[in-house]
């Protein structure tokens, strides 16, 4: 299932990635320009990770062109929120 969310940076609904309900995982595809530089990770909109807990998700794979980044949501939702612009995120595996 595709989980869309609102980004506030450049006003309209964006693909935030496919959430997988018979594994419990949630994939998110990214390219260079989503790395965010000041937290060294990707981050995924707080409103996504709430739709994920209440969906039971367990694992987020974040894949980029070289490699895939495992995590669990668990960790997601203990890291700060953050607001760079494009609405309130998680990160975590950076600083």
Known sequence: MKLYCFDPGKHRNVLA????PSTFTFIKKVKKNHYMIIEKSYGIQEEVLQRLKFLRCERIVIINKKKEI???LEDWLKSPIKDYGHGRQRFIGGK
């Open 17 to 20: 990635g496919e959430y997988e």
């Open 70 to 72: 495992i995590s669990l």
